[in-house]
């Protein structure tokens, strides 16, 4: 039972370009969501966050954006940069529960 | 840096026996959980522990335990390796808000 999902398993983009990775999740009593960035032999980086009382959070390059009618929630870097290239993990978590449910990821290549 | 760190790296051990990773978190990091990746998959959540008592568990079986340390340390223990047990092991520290904070995982193989 697939409660985030991640249905890219990969994504190429030019540098200086916009990358955009996607997530979808069913369960409605999610109401944070993290982003984590993971470097080969290293362990997942925490990026950025939504709570789901928002629909955009914003950080530098990075943007976040939640759609909670849809359960979807995307992952926005603009400027593309080759330093980006790294497996990026979505993950919910219900509150208080503190159980993070992790996608399966997207393998992201920002191309020079 | 996340201020996490795991032991060993890598670990190879044979079906049946057991085995003890080790995780070290700062201070402040008054949760631990541990975390099961499985190769292209996501962490899958073992368990997490506040206060040295355990808080809260995922679909793992109890050969799968776990303990922490007032110094901020944490063990996972697995009896009865099996070989779907194989994976990369992560614990994380959290200092009770949502984010939490990854060491680089420890490679268990089992033979």
Redesign the interface.
């Known amino acids: 039972d697939q409660q ?1 999902k ?1 249905n890219s398993p990969s994504l190429s983009v030019q540098e200086g370009r916009i990358s955009i990775l996607n997530c979808d999740y069913t369960n409605s009593m999610f109401d ?1 969501f ?1 982003w ?1 960035k993971k470097y080969p ?6 990026l950025i ?1 939504i709570s789901s009382i928002k629909d955009k959070n914003e950080d530098g390059r990075f943007t976040v954006f939640l759609n909670k009618s849809a359960k979807h929630l995307s992952l926005h870097i603009v400027p593309s940069q080759p330093g980006d290239s790294a497996v990026y ?1 979505c ?1 919910a ?1 219900h ?1 208080g ?9 997207t393998r992201l290549k920002v191309l020079a | 840096e ?1 201020g ?1 760190t ?1 032991s060993p790296t890598h670990l190879i051990k044979t079906r049946g026996q057991q085995v003890t990773l080790r995780c070290s978190s700062q201070s402040g990091h008054n ?1 631990v ?1 541990w ?1 099961q990746q499985a190769l ?6 073992i368990f ?1 522990y ?1 206060r040295e008592e355990e ?2 568990r ?1 679909n793992f079986p109890p050969r799968f335990s776990g303990l922490q340390f007032p110094n901020y340390s944490s063990e996972l223990n697995v009896n009865a390796l099996e070989l779907d047990d194989s994976a990369l092991y ?1 614990c ?1 520290g ?1 200092t009770g808000g ?8 420890t490679r268990l193989t089992v033979l």
Do not use: D, H, R, W
Request: proline share 6%; glycine share 18%; hydrophobic share 30%.
């Open positions: 985030v991640q944070y993290l984590y032999a290293e362990g997942p980086t925490f966050s993990f993950a978590l509150s529960t503190y159980k993070y449910i992790f996608g399966t990821g | 996340t996490v795991q949760t959980s975390y292209g998959q996501g962490p899958q959540f997490q506040y808080n809260g995922g992560l994380a959290g949502n984010e939490q904070f990854f060491g680089p995982g």
